[in-house]
């Protein structure tokens, strides 16, 4: 019997953007982010807004696009932009990615505990989520 191979969880690339408005970017490459589960891929196109918190708690967590929850933020964002994975999975794949990306313990938890709290109405708005859906990609493994 072979042993099943172990798969490093983290990001396959460095994220490329173009800003389009104040807060808001697209996605000029593929973002893809691999565990020993899924392989997520957020596509070239994905319209988003980076860390999308109140500008009185950049300091305090991160700015929404210079620091290292930046990519975590993407994919969360893609998850539930397109509904492709349950909430709470999609929030734990969030704490996942920003512990991959170095993001400081209190950091990645503040920032899990506020999509827990307070991520209900993103995740549940179905506008535009056909279009979502053919931009972001889950393979199960």
């Known amino acids: 019997m ?3 191979k172990r798969v490093v969880m983290g990001f396959k690339n460095n994220l490329k953007v173009e800003k389009i408005g104040d807060q808001d970017y697209i996605l000029l ?3 893809v982010y691999e565990n ?4 997520i891929t957020v596509k070239s196109g994905f319209w988003f807004d980076a860390i999308s918190i109140p500008k009185i708690f950049w300091t305090l967590i991160d700015s929404p ?7 975590a933020a993407t994919i969360h964002d893609g998850l539930y932009a397109s509904q492709a994975l349950p909430r ?6 969030f ?18 505990q506020a999509v827990r709290l307070g991520g209900r109405k ?4 179905t506008e535009d989520l056909e279009h979502y859906k053919n931009l972001v990609k889950v393979v199960r493994k």
Do not use: Q
């Open 2 to 4: 072979t042993p099943k």
């Open 88 to 93: 709470a999975d999609c929030d734990k794949i």
């Open 95 to 112: 704490l996942e990615c920003m512990k991959c990306d170095g993001v400081s313990y209190f950091k990645r938890y503040a920032m899990y």
């Open 65 to 71: 696009f210079t620091g290292k929850a930046v990519r």
């Open 29 to 31: 490459d593929d973002l």
């Open 36 to 39: 020993n589960a899924l392989i």
């Open 122 to 125: 993103a995740y549940e708005n």
